[in-house]
């Protein structure tokens, strides 16, 4: 990795502490009971996005408000998104969203904030961390604990297997 990287890696880790040092009102809930739901998303595979617009859909059907949010691991968006999206020239050097949307995004007070993405994604980690939503689910991975309050583990990168599974653990909540 290069000194340059490394120095980012850096200021968005401090960027992340000084986002936990804020109080936030977390209260676990379920899916049925979230009534404004947040969806963070990876918009850079084409299937994936397929698969988050589909649930959404589902979601919209069962009378939920859903409010999107996607980063697109890119130089810059070609402008046909059907949602609101950020690339990499939206990133401050904390590797941050710096966008009036993305901040937006942030502030509102979701019931459920769903981090739909099976991989690491250092800014869509950074909005769920920073997010004032109610509860934050996101999928497993060890050292990202400070991001989400209900992390679903599974084998699969399918992002399909992962939504199936979340909705098991999050119809458990009561």
């Not at 963070?40 to 009378?63: I, M, P, Q, W």
């Not at 949307?101 to 942030?106: I, Y």
């Not at 997010?131 to 084998?155: I, P, W």
Request: aromatic share 10%; proline share 2%; net charge positive.
């Amino acid at each position: 990795m290069s000194f340059i990287y490394d120095l980012k890696l850096r200021l968005h880790q401090k960027k992340i502490k000084q986002s936990l040092s804020s109080t936030k009102v977390r209260k676990a809930t379920n899916l049925s009971k979230a009534l404004n739901i947040g969806v963070l998303f990876d918009a850079s595979n084409d299937k994936d996005v397929l698969t988050v617009l589909n649930y959404t859909k589902e979601l919209k059907r069962l009378g939920k408000k859903v409010i999107l949010m996607a980063y697109k691991n890119s130089k810059t968006l070609q402008g046909d998104e059907q949602y609101p999206c950020f690339c990499n020239s939206d990133l401050g050097w904390s590797l941050t969203p710096k966008t009036p949307q993305a901040l937006d995004f942030m502030a509102r007070k979701f019931d459920l904030l769903l981090s739909l993405h099976t991989h690491e994604s250092l800014p869509l980690e950074y909005i769920a961390c920073a997010s004032s939503a109610a509860f934050r689910v996101g999928h497993y991975q060890e050292n990202k604990t400070h991001c989400y309050d209900l992390m679903v583990y599974g084998k699969s990168q399918s992002l399909r297997a992962f939504i199936i599974q979340m909705e098991a653990y999050m119809k458990k909540i009561n």
